[in-house]
C-alpha cells in the first residue's frame, strides 16, 4: 500500500530561523495537504496542491509540490513562537479518495 | 470555523466495557472518518465512510465497529476495551468530491484501565 514519509521527526529552531519538512510518498499522488496540529489539538488544515511543480505560499509558509507528485515540502522562514506544532502531509493515492497522513514533523521553537 | 463535535473529550474506562464515542457533523458531509492517534504519532485510519449505509475499514486493524444511519452522525463503538485500546481517536469529515480538506473533531482521549 502507499507509504508517506516525512522529515525530520523533529525539528528545534531558534526563534528567526528558518523551518523546512519534507514529505515524500512512494506512489503519485492527486494531490497533496498539509494540516497543522498544535500540542493538545486536533489537525488544521493549511493548504492543498493539486498541480504538479505547483508552488503557493500563505504569508511565511512556502508550499510546493514535486514535478512527479510525489514530493513536497514545506518551508517556514522566520519562524515564531506560534509556530510551534505538528506539521503532516497528506495524500490520496492516484484514484483514491482517502487520504493517507505521514508521521509528521514536530516544530519546536525556542524563543 | 469547522462544525464537527466529538463526545466524550475524555473516558476513563475499565477493561471489558462496552464504549461508543460519538462524532456529529452539521456540514452535510458526505463522508467521514476515524484515526487513532498516539502521542506524538502519525494519525491511522480506522475506519471510513463514503455516505449512508457505506462503511469501510481503514489501513490500520481495528477491533472497533462503526455505523452510518445517518448522514451527520459517525459513531465508533468497542465491544470490549482493552488496555491497547488507549490512544486518541479523532473524527473527521469532508466532502464527497476528491480533493477537499479534512475537518477535524476535538478528539475523544480513551484511556482503558
Known amino acids: 500500500g502507499q507509504q508517506v514519509m516525512q522529515i525530520p521527526q523533529y525539528q528545534h529552531v531558534q526563534e528567526g530561523e528558518d523551518f523546512t519538512t519534507y514529505c515524500n510518498s512512494s506512489?503519485?499522488?492527486?494531490?497533496i495537504q498539509w494540516y497543522k496540529q498544535r500540542p493538545g489539538g486536533h489537525p488544521v488544515f493549511l493548504i492543498q496542491l493539486v498541480k504538479s511543480g505547483e508552488v503557493k505560499k500563505q504569508k511565511r509558509l512556502t508550499f510546493q509540490f514535486g514535478e512527479a507528485k510525489k514530493n513536497s515540502s514545506l518551508h517556514i522562514t522566520a519562524t515564531q513562537t506560534t509556530d510551534v506544532g505538528t506539521y503532516f502531509c497528506?495524500?490520496?493515492?492516484?484514484?483514491?479518495?482517502?487520504?493517507?497522513f505521514g508521521r509528521g514533523t514536530s516544530l519546536i521553537v525556542h524563543p | 470555523e469547522a462544525d464537527i463535535y466529538q463526545t466524550p473529550r475524555y473516558l476513563v474506562i475499565g477493561t471489558g466495557k462496552k464504549i461508543t464515542l460519538e462524532c456529529s457533523q452539521t456540514m452535510g458531509h458526505d463522508k467521514m472518518y476515524w484515526y487513532q492517534q498516539d502521542p506524538g504519532m502519525e494519525l491511522h485510519l480506522i475506519h471510513y465512510s463514503y455516505g449512508v449505509n457505506s462503511t469501510e475499514k481503514g489501513d490500520l486493524s481495528s477491533e472497533s465497529t462503526v455505523s452510518r444511519i445517518r448522514t451527520e452522525h459517525f459513531p465508533l463503538t468497542l465491544e470490549s476495551a482493552r488496555p491497547s485500546h488507549t490512544s486518541q481517536y479523532l473524527c473527521?469529515?469532508?466532502?464527497?468530491?476528491?480533493?477537499?480538506?479534512?475537518?477535524f473533531g476535538q478528539g475523544t482521549r480513551l484511556t482503558v484501565v
Open positions: 473527521a469529515s469532508s466532502e464527497r468530491v476528491q480533493n477537499t480538506e479534512a475537518f
Open positions: 506512489t503519485t499522488l492527486s494531490n
Open positions: 497528506a495524500g490520496p493515492p492516484g484514484g483514491s479518495y482517502i487520504p493517507t
